[in-house]
């Protein structure tokens, strides 16, 4: 086997352990985040969501991803899957919604790691500000050395962080006071508003199991990938449950918890004062260890859709020496910079809202692949049979559609814009650039006046008659649910009405003159 791929990318001797170590890293990395779910949420249902969801949202998505790399082992991971199952448009949709997610997702971890540090060294604004900008350049480094030093790092930091919970249960559970599952939820607040208080952090915590796949083509054992996503499944879900019930079950304080507030670090400052500064180091190299496998993720996202012709092409330079896209590299770096000033908060709501709609169409893809037999099965199968792997790989896509309403109004306007960005990027760049029609205009023929492939008008129109659907919807249940803001609730309804209207004309229209299927 060659030591380089297709595009240039050079393969890496990964083991079993370097790539668990990096799937662990890209996916966990510890517990952090769920401190900001206990307030709002109540200790009792921060516990039952971190041991429900896997079962309704992260094993179907890792179960999918699992079969989908084995059986298409493509750089670009979710973007190849989409765009070889359901077509050019949904492949792109994909990209763009994933990889505009996982430029916000990386710098939050940056931000963490920024924060923990002037935790415990007590910075100043300027300061935490530089120490920010430090971890980018580092890490930014790093990545431009190829994607074996990413892993042999983040394997290192893995087995760190592991220790250094274990300790934390450990300790915690030793000291046993209080019922960690009491109380259930906040007096006075009612059960959706918990949830939906939380929601967004858990989905958080147990997303990100396609970002591996990415890099599928520069690890030489690509098959390597799902058999790590299966041993990483128990460990992630370890690693979130139990710290936190011990934490609870010592500490307590559960209305004081958050990132900055009460966490796991105060197991130790209660009962190990020595080894809190250890933990704390090592909680700022967890969130560190997050960005650096970020990195090597979301610099890949465009890459390969400028290998399709779908981005500007300058996206594609490879780096002769070491064979890395560090261009991609760079614009995570440029990116990065830019996202400093926003908060924590802001960053996982734009992360969260992107991905329910890109792990939507990856589950998608997963079903139709099954379904039609799209591509044959690789060295990984799910043990289902055809009908339940459907019921249970469609799953996430209803959490997904609950987790828009139940985040609020807010959150569901920043997820229509975002998603509506999609098509539209679409048509820029596919006219742009010509799509996968330039490199195979038989396989892949345009329309010479407008220049897209068939069946793209319909499939736009699909799109914003859904958003029209969702946005009716939405009409109905905030004012129930909350005290929406004015603005949103008249973005929504505007949204509801034009997106009506245009796109039920636009499938009209173009359903008269083009047959082809939406997917």
């Known amino acids: 086997m060659s030591n380089t791929n297709q595009h240039g990318l050079k393969r890496q001797k990964l083991g079993l352990f370097a790539v668990i170590g990096m799937i662990y890293s890209l996916t966990a990395a510890g517990a952090w985040g769920i401190e900001d779910m206990v307030p709002g949420t109540g200790p009792g249902l921060t516990l039952i969501m971190l041991i429900v969801l896997p079962f309704f949202w992260g094993l179907p998505q890792a179960f999918t991803d699992a079969e989908l790399a084995s059986a298409l082992p493509d750089e670009g991971g979710p973007y190849s899957w989409v765009k070889k199952t359901l077509g050019e448009f949904w492949g792109f949709q994909m990209g763009w919604w994933r990889t505009l997610g996982g430029y916000f997702d990386t710098v939050t971890y940056v931000?963490?790691?920024a924060a923990f540090m002037t935790s415990f060294f007590g910075l100043t604004p300027v300061q935490e500000y530089m120490i920010k900008v430090a971890i980018i350049v580092v890490f930014i480094i790093i990545n431009l050395q190829g994607v074996k030093d990413v892993a042999i790092i983040n394997t290192v930091i893995s087995v760190?962080?592991?220790?250094a919970f274990a300790v934390v249960s450990v300790i915690g559970f030793a000291?046993?006071?209080?019922?960690?599952?009491?109380?259930?939820?906040?007096?006075?607040?009612?059960?959706l508003t918990s949830i939906g208080a939380g929601l967004s952090v858990g989905l958080w915590m147990y997303g990100g199991w396609e970002s591996m796949s990415m890099v599928a083509e520069e690890v030489e054992k690509p098959q390597l990938i799902p058999k790590g996503l299966l041993l990483c499944i128990p460990l992630i879900i370890a690693t979130y449950i139990i710290p936190t019930a011990a934490g609870l079950s010592s500490v307590g304080n559960w209305q004081q918890w958050g990132s900055e507030g009460v966490s796991y670090i105060d197991v130790l400052k209660n009962y190990a004062p020595a080894l809190a500064g250890l933990f704390l180091f090592i909680a700022m190299l967890s969130n560190i260890s997050m960005f650096n496998g970020y990195i090597a993720s979301t610099a890949r996202g465009f890459f390969v859709m400028a290998a399709d012709n779908l981005c500007p092409k300058f996206l594609v330079k490879v780096s002769k020496k070491k064979g890395v896209p560090y261009v991609g590299i760079l614009s995570v770096a440029v990116v990065s910079f830019f996202l400093l000033s926003f908060s924590f908060v802001e960053l996982v709501i734009a992360t969260v809202t992107m991905s329910l709609f890109a792990s939507s169409l990856t589950q998608l893809a997963g079903?139709?692949?099954?379904?039609?037999?799209?591509?044959?099965?690789?060295?990984?199968k799910?043990?289902?049979?055809?009908?339940?792997?459907?019921v249970f790989t469609f799953v996430p896509v209803i959490v997904a559609i609950v987790a828009l309403y139940l985040t609020g109004?807010?959150?569901?306007?920043?997820?229509?814009?975002?998603?509506?960005?999609?098509p539209i990027a679409y048509v820029i760049f596919k006219r742009m650039y010509g799509g996968l029609s330039v490199e195979d205009p038989e396989n892949n023929p345009v329309n010479p006046k407008t220049k897209l492939a068939p069946g793209d008008t319909k499939r736009m129109a699909f799109v914003i008659i859904v958003w029209a659907v969702l946005a009716g919807l939405g009409i109905i249940f905030f004012p129930w649910f909350e005290t929406a803001d004015a603005s949103d609730m008249l973005f929504i309804k505007i949204a509801a009405v034009v997106c009506g209207v245009v796109g039920i004309g636009m499938y009209a229209v173009a359903t008269k003159k083009d047959n082809a299927r939406i997917f």
Do not use: C, W, Y
């Open 175 to 191: 000291h046993f006071n209080t019922n960690p599952f009491l109380p259930i939820i906040p007096e006075g607040q009612g059960l």
């Open 111 to 113: 931000a963490l790691a």
């Open 382 to 390: 799910v043990a289902m049979s055809d009908k339940v792997f459907i």
């Open 160 to 163: 760190s962080i592991l220790i």
């Open 409 to 422: 109004s807010s959150d569901f306007t920043h997820g229509l814009i975002g998603v509506l960005s999609g």
């Open 367 to 380: 079903i139709i692949r099954r379904v039609r037999s799209t591509h044959p099965d690789g060295p990984f």
